[in-house]
């Protein structure tokens, strides 16, 4: 009996045991805690204790006008203007270019930043409360490769631009074949390829053409390479072939950048006086006010008018060659002044004996006038001997990857030319 009594009583107890936990209050549950927000920056300023109040430069904005405007006092507005006088020229300024006022959100009646950004590739920031402090801040800037080929369908620049390469790099492959190729008697099914670097900041905003590397032409069925390369530490170097030639020449094939060859070298009925008579120069049609360029490097011997000439300028490269520019609506270069190759000396016109807009560009050689389309020119420079194994060991691996570009195809039943509107804009 005490056993059957001792058993209930143990059940009980652990039955009430039971009730006492499962009537025990639950352990209180710790607040979840919110997560700080993520700072977010804008020109390296946290958002979170910062007001950014972006603008552009407008007609009659001044530097000293937009600080003051904002509350900086005159005094100040003198101090900042000269301490930033290397950094920030106020002739500089341009409608559009980005600014931008920062507010301290603790005393948001006070101007504490200015940040003006004259180009995408750097900003300038003045710091306007308490101590004046001004400093040049670079932008983080990335380079990507791109390369791309293709045939000439229509014109070197729509093709280019057809096949997913830049303006900037189509034009500047123009350039580099400048002085061998003649792009405005380019052939259908021509073909070219490239490869180039472009900057982007930020990896997003695309900053422009950084370099061509390596350059590809084919051209009535002969190719033509070119890359790039660097003698020294100068980052001054230049174009070359495949056999280490300069690509660079003496003289450029044309004064102009855009045109048409409206009249050649030889015995033709002149329009004006209307009879036949020698024309010993090529005249190239463009717009009014199209930059013309020296053909090569020179001394400018002679730069003024004359009734059938108009406008002109005549320049001495050595002792062998001379060269003319005629019909121009405004002479840039002056008499005895050292030229570039390449350095715009006037803009096309139509004064003198002239029925349109065009430049009538004339060649001496040795003291007699010879038709520049025909005459067998200086040839390239090679390297120097004791870079060329450099050079050649530097070229092989972008050679192999140029070859290995592949060629887009673009439909178009367009004739093949270089048309004076696709180069309007360098």
Request: glycine share 8%; with cysteine; proline share 5%.
């Amino acid at each position: 009996m005490k056993q059957i009594f001792g058993y209930f009583l143990l059940i009980g107890l652990s039955l009430v045991g039971g009730g006492c936990k499962r009537d025990k209050a639950p352990a209180p549950v710790a607040p979840q805690q919110q997560a700080a927000p993520k700072p977010v920056y804008e020109y390296g300023f946290n958002l979170l204790e910062y007001k950014v109040v972006k603008d552009t430069l407008r007609a009659g904005d001044t530097f000293g006008a937009l600080l003051n405007t904002h509350g900086v006092p005159a005094d100040k507005v003198a101090q900042i203007a000269a301490l930033s006088k290397e950094l920030i020229q106020p002739r500089s300024f341009k409608v559009g270019q980005p600014y931008a006022l920062i507010f301290d959100k603790k005393l948001p009646d006070s101007l504490a930043y200015f940040v003006y950004q004259p180009d995408l590739l750097h900003f300038v920031e003045v710091k306007t409360r308490d101590s004046i402090a001004i400093r040049r801040i670079d932008r983080k800037l990335s380079i990507i490769e791109r390369e791309g080929g293709g045939y000439i369908k229509n014109n070197l620049i729509d093709d280019m631009t057809k096949a997913g390469l830049s303006f900037a790099a189509a034009y500047k492959l123009y350039q580099i074949f400048d002085y061998t190729i003649d792009f405005f008697n380019l052939q259908e099914d021509d073909k070219f390829k490239i490869i180039y670097d472009e900057r982007y900041v930020d990896d997003t905003i695309n900053a422009g053409l950084d370099r061509v590397k390596a350059a590809f032409f084919e051209h009535k069925g002969k190719p033509y390479y070119a890359f790039y390369f660097e003698a020294d530490t100068t980052r001054s170097g230049g174009y070359y072939d495949e056999n280490a030639n300069m690509m660079k020449r003496m003289f450029l094939k044309s004064p102009l950048d855009i045109f048409r060859i409206t009249s050649h070298y030889g015995m033709r009925y002149h329009p004006i006086l209307h009879q036949m008579k020698g024309h010993f120069g090529t005249d190239y049609a463009a717009p009014t006010g199209t930059p013309i360029r020296a053909t090569a490097s020179g001394t400018v011997t002679q730069a003024g008018f004359t009734n059938g000439n108009g406008n002109y300028v005549k320049i001495k490269h050595d002792g062998t060659y001379e060269t003319q520019y005629l019909h121009m609506s405004k002479i840039i270069a002056r008499r005895g002044q050292h030229v570039a190759q390449g350095e715009v000396i006037g803009l096309v016109g139509s004064t003198g004996l002239a029925t349109g807009p065009h430049v009538c560009y004339r060649f001496w050689k040795n003291g007699v006038q010879v038709d520049p389309l025909k005459e067998k020119l200086p040839e390239a420079t090679p390297i120097d001997s004791k870079l060329k194994p450099r050079y050649l060991e530097t070229i092989a691996p972008l050679k192999k990857q140029l070859d290995a570009v592949p060629y887009t195809q673009i439909q178009t039943t367009e004739p093949a030319q270089m048309t004076a509107d696709t180069l309007k804009s360098r």
